[in-house]
């Protein structure tokens, strides 16, 4: 299982890839996983927000989690499995499903919808922590609904079991007051930010877009590993006309449309709400392909 130290690093959520009917596509899934694990990542994320998990069940959540040990027998890359939901009991269960399949950690988005108080969400991870399984905590407030405070942060982060935070607040405000203080580690999960997030003292990332352009996204992270920024920043550069096609539409879409553009997936299908990419945004892709 997973500890604070091994959270430093590129860590890969995955798409999770679907038939033209809208069933799970594991055959897909093991081709592209095969080339993800070509890189030298540090963790994939199953049933993150990238693997569309408001739609995903828990028994196709099992069958991908079976079908990424299979495809990485021997492997210690971590495995790290999404288990929030806006219900603690749900979620404790979750979590507790996630431990018996293997998981390395889990993580665990502040609860959506409802807009609980703060003490709610504080007893939501507290209760998500006891299970025994380490959870990264996940603040996403444009998805959720609710935005965190400092404080509330750094109280979940001290609570047992948390092991780190997944910022994707949308600002370096929220890593700023934390980093301030010694605090375990916070993983960039806004991909526009990761440069200004490692400057800031993030200790990765687990970003959607490092699906792609793997290997200059783990260039980004080590450059400023070793305190050059200045490189980091222009290597970071040359990813942002990739990153601003990824989320100019909601995300995992104009990703799926890209791998499978790239076919390492079959089908770009994403389960409703979630609409396919428009025919500007696929022209606008086709030309970054190009270039
Ligand atoms: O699935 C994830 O984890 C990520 N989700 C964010 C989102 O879609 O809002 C983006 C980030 O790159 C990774």
Redesign the pocket.
């Known amino acids: 299982m997973l500890n604070e130290e091994d959270l430093k690093g590129i860590f890969v959520?995955v798409v999770t890839p679907f038939l033209p009917n809208g069933g799970l596509d594991l055959a897909s899934y093991q081709n592209y996983l095969g080339k993800l694990l070509e890189h030298n990542i540090q963790g994939l994320?199953i049933n993150?927000?990238?693997?569309e998990s408001p739609t995903v069940s828990w028994e196709e959540v099992a069958s991908l989690v079976k079908a990424t040990k299979k495809s990485m027998p021997g492997s210690s890359i971590p495995v790290i499995i999404g288990t929030g939901t806006n219900d603690t009991a749900s979620t404790v269960k979750r979590t507790e499903m996630a431990g018996r399949l293997g998981a390395d950690a889990v993580l665990v988005v502040v609860p959506y919808y409802s807009r609980p108080s703060q003490e709610g969400i504080i007893e939501h991870f507290r209760r998500a922590a006891q299970v025994g399984v380490p959870v990264i905590a996940y603040e996403?407030p444009s998805?959720t609904g609710v935005r965190l405070t400092a404080d509330t942060t750094r109280r979940i982060m001290e609570l047992d079991g948390v092991i780190g935070l997944?910022d994707?607040s949308g600002s370096i405000g929220l890593i700023s007051e934390l980093t301030r203080f010694d605090c375990k580690p916070v993983l960039c999960?806004?991909?526009i930010l990761f440069h200004a997030m490692l400057a800031a003292g993030a200790s990765g990332g687990?970003?959607?877009?490092a699906n792609v352009e793997t290997d200059a996204f783990i260039n980004v992270f080590r450059l400023a590993d070793k305190d050059r920024f200045v490189d980091a920043k222009k290597a970071f550069d040359q990813l942002l006309p990739l990153i601003q096609l990824l989320f100019q539409e909601s995300?995992?879409a104009p990703l799926k449309w890209l791998l499978a553009r790239k076919n390492w997936i079959a089908h770009d299908t994403v389960r409703l709400p979630m609409a396919p990419i428009t025919y500007e945004l696929k022209l606008s892709l086709e030309r970054w392909l190009n270039s």
């Open positions: 959520p994320v993150g927000t990238t693997g996403i998805r997944k994707s999960g806004e991909d687990i970003l959607a877009a995300n995992p």
